[in-house]
């Protein structure tokens, strides 16, 4: 139906529905936010991701010293060092509702809320960082939030709490784990299989169809001055396209419009690294069309059963692994490090203007404790990229002898670096000042 509002240019192409490509627009408004434009560097948005490996790491492994392109890490952490200037360690955080309850379930169901558990099997919990960005900023892409894992989720009850608690760190609602996607077919089409989408396709073509028929209901002059505006959007887009051709970014359009990978097979992937590398490919593919700027990548369950034959480790599943500490445990951690490697260095290939995909980029990776002999007194946290200039990398970050050492306090911080800046967020009250 036709918008009947009184016509101007904003009224009639919002009404007609080109507000969803007005990335595409030399505005001084970016993805609608008037103090973009303003911002040195690349006006590409920001975008959030957070990793998770179940059962913590190495007990004597993960660790990092020094600063810059100096910074030593421990062996768990090897696989990142070509990245170690876009990197943040952080040590001492803790999550105080994580201490109470049983252990895997209740230090996990909460990673990223903090907030208290239902007990007795019932599933409560709160809203996750992920969700609060997604549900203020998800508008503003096709998904979202893309919500993906690597092993399939566990409904059954463990020592009076939910297993579900285990298999979920993003939550829509305290009461609603977000819908997790473990098939990559799926969440392939999850992003693609829809209607053209922005970016697919010019502001002009995206409107052309509406204003033809708009245009034969208005007086001859607004018919002149309707052709002068999608003319004028046109030169917008050859100069973009230009810019473009140059190596120069005028306002945010994404690198890619459609998938460069082709759509993977149906099915669960036997292969568990093959299934993390499709996983992490989709996430940058995500990010790179700008299909959504919200992810979560759940590489495995707490309390998982993964097994790691390509690296000789097939003998005990990891959970049981983790409470060994030995090499073979050190080879797992490392593998999955390798997975935020492996995205890091994706991220950084693809340039974004002045940045790299990365340097727009919040990544950061996470467990439910620190070691697999369920000490969640100190949670390990690493982050990556630059979150659009907002945050330093190079750098380790000790608040172990912080009396306020909440990690909601850095999720206070993320939420603030996406543009949802709030008040508080389970036990905190602040953000972490150093971020």
């Given amino acids: 139906m036709l918008n009947r509002h009184a016509f101007n240019r904003r009224t009639m192409l919002r009404g007609l529905g080109v507000s969803m490509a007005l990335p595409w627009m030399e505005s001084t408004a970016v993805w609608g936010d008037e103090t973009t434009a303003k911002k040195p560097g690349s006006s590409a948005p920001t975008r959030m991701a957070i990793l998770f490996s179940g059962c913590g790491f190495h007990s004597n492994e993960w660790w990092a010293k020094g600063e810059g392109v100096d910074m030593e890490l421990g062996r768990v952490l090897e696989p990142l060092t070509p990245h170690r200037e876009k990197l943040v360690f952080i040590n001492g955080l803790f999550n105080a509702e994580a201490l109470k309850g049983n252990i895997h379930s209740s230090q996990t169901g909460n990673v990223l809320s903090g907030a208290p558990l239902a007990s007795g099997g019932k599933v409560h919990s709160g809203t996750s960082v992920d969700q609060v960005v997604a549900q203020k900023i998800g508008h503003q892409t096709k998904v979202s939030s893309l919500v993906l894992g690597c ?127 499709i996983m992490s490919d989709l996430l940058v593919l995500a990010f790179q069309t700008d299909t959504t700027r919200v992810c979560t990548l759940k590489l495995n369950n707490d309390h998982g059963t993964l097994r790691f034959p390509h690296i000789g480790v097939d003998y005990m599943i990891h959970h049981l692994l983790s409470h060994t500490d030995g090499e073979d445990w050190l080879k797992v ?93 389970g036990d905190a009250r602040e953000k972490l000042s150093e971020i």
């Fill in 151 to 277: 092993e399939k989720a566990n409904p059954s009850v463990h020592k009076d709490y939910s297993m579900l608690y285990s298999s979920h760190i993003s939550w829509s609602s305290p009461t609603t784990p977000t819908p997790l996607e473990v098939y990559p077919a799926l969440a392939f089409d999850q992003l693609f299989k829809d209607t053209v989408q922005q970016g697919d396709q010019s502001v002009l073509d995206a409107v052309l169809g509406d204003a033809r028929a708009f245009r034969r209901n208005v007086s001859r002059r607004d018919q002149q001055k309707l052709d002068e505006y999608l003319n004028s959007v046109r030169e917008v887009e050859v100069r973009i396209e230009q810019a473009g051709k140059r190596g120069e970014l005028q306002g945010f359009r994404p690198t890619l419009t459609e998938p460069n990978i082709p759509r993977p097979k149906d099915g669960y992937p036997q292969d568990i690294v093959e299934h993390m590398r």
């Fill in 333 to 425: 951690n490392q593998f999955f490090l390798e997975q935020l490697a492996y995205i890091a260095t994706r991220m950084d290939a693809i340039r974004e203007g002045e940045r790299s995909l990365l340097d727009n980029t919040m990544l950061m990776m996470c467990s439910s404790m620190r070691n697999g002999h369920h000490d969640a007194t100190r949670l390990p946290v690493v982050m990556l990229g630059g979150a659009g200039g907002k945050l330093a990398g190079g750098r380790v970050l000790d608040f172990a002898a912080n009396e306020n050492r909440q990690m909601c306090r850095l999720f206070m911080s993320m939420m603030d670096i996406m543009g949802v800046p709030v008040d508080s967020f």
